[in-house]
């Protein structure tokens, strides 16, 4: 269920909640169904954690301006479908704040990412 998600549709209720937090359902089974896809795919962890890097270090208004700069090696490399939620996140942003919450929830991502690999890692060796 959570592979088959359309993940852009959550940021259509955007990227802060009323106190300026991250929305629950991106909190919760965005980032899941984000972690899922990604594994899924293929994508290798060192790849998103250079997207991760260069999101975490520019601006809203760089990424809008340069969205390559986060998309281009998910592109080139064969995951276009994980390219396309990183470009629709970037577009629901409509402030700095909405990106830097973009940002964390990346970072959530990456985390479960992660953390299932190293569960996994520590169930084999049992």
Do not use: C, H
């Given at each position: 269920?959570?592979?088959?998600l359309?993940?852009?549709?959550?940021?259509?209720?955007g990227?802060?909640?009323e106190r300026g937090g991250l929305?629950?359902?991106l909190?919760g089974i965005g980032?899941?169904?984000m972690?899922?896809?990604?594994?899924?795919?293929?994508?290798?962890l060192?790849?998103?954690n250079?997207?991760?890097?260069?999101?975490n270090?520019?601006?809203?208004?760089r990424?809008?301006a340069m969205p390559?700069?986060?998309v281009e090696?998910?592109?080139?490399?064969?995951?276009p479908q994980?390219?396309?939620v990183i470009?629709?996140?970037?577009?629901?942003c409509r402030?700095?704040?909405d990106?830097?919450?973009?940002?964390?929830?990346?970072i959530?991502?990456?985390n479960?990412?992660v953390f299932?690999?190293?569960a996994?890692?520590?169930?084999s060796?049992?």
């Open positions: 269920e959570q592979l088959a359309d993940l852009t549709e959550l940021f259509t209720a990227l802060r909640d929305p629950l359902a909190q980032s899941a169904a972690a899922l896809q990604v594994e899924e795919a293929g994508v290798p060192p790849m998103f250079r997207m991760l890097t260069t999101a270090e520019i601006s809203l208004a990424a809008k390559e700069e986060l090696e998910l592109e080139k490399r064969g995951f994980i390219a396309r470009r629709a996140g970037i577009d629901a402030d700095e704040d990106y830097r919450n973009f940002v964390r929830w990346l959530q991502v990456r479960l990412i299932r690999a190293q996994g890692s520590a169930a060796q049992k």
